[in-house]
């Protein structure tokens, strides 16, 4: 084989190589979207934006003491609106970078006479509280505050169950911790942007008002994060396109040598 041919079959097998190497299993990171805790809106990636319904909640309510005493910050999103579903407590994020999925992690108030699934846990069931991500059911779990076997949610992430925590001195509060282990991990998705909403739902559902009303909820240390992939080659396969492009130097010095 002359030297020309050799270099024509070792650039062919270099660019075949790097194109292997180009689609090597991507890095995969977690970056933070937006958080929102006490009031505070803190965007990665611009424009985000944090909001309640009119009339039917707030998003710096002053957090009772009970609920601060279990990790509560001073102030929290509160989300009292009525209605089946209820208005939702709505958190938006623009601009993502690429990613394949997304988490959501929060402190969850379940306030007053949740009914649970049904009469057993109270008496105008069903109360349902609900997480939608650009309008698809995420989660979806009836509460009681009076009967943890009527609901449907899990109690393994529960904080607090059958206190008062500090609403409304007539009923007894819950508190549930969806942070760390307990967070709602890689939620498939992969727009550009994002809708999460917090709402309640069902036909027992009897909503409050801001001072003394029945049912309600609260959120606090609101996170959401996305799980980016970045198509990089390892750091061996680059190593080892460094040693082919070496070997096609010195079989190039080899070759012009053996032709003189």
Known sequence: MTAGK???AMLAA??????????????A?????????????????????????????????????????IGFNSFMVHDFAGGDPAGPSTFTASNLPAHSSLNLSFLLAIIDSWDGSTTAGGSVPPDVFN?????????AHTYDNFLTSDQSASTANQMSFGSNLGFSPGWNDSAYDFTGSNALLNIPHSASSVIVEFFASGS???????????????LDRILISINTTNDIPEPGSLALLGIAFAGL????????????
């Open 131 to 139: 997480i939608t991500v650009d309008g698809v059911s995420v989660y």
């Open 204 to 218: 027992g559902w009897q909503g409050g008002t801001i001072d003394g009303g029945d049912e309600s909820f609260g």
């Open 249 to 260: 130097a010195a079989r190039g010095r080899w070759s012009a040598s053996a032709n003189r």
């Open 6 to 8: 050799h270099l024509a």
């Open 29 to 69: 990171a977690t970056v933070n979207a937006l958080g929102f805790s006490s009031g505070g809106l803190t965007c990665s990636f611009f424009p985000c934006t944090a909001s309640v319904p009119i009339g039917g909640g707030n998003l710096a309510a002053t957090t009772p003491a009970g609920y601060q005493a």
């Open 14 to 27: 270099i660019g075949i190589f790097a194109a292997s190497i180009a689609t090597v299993p991507a890095h």
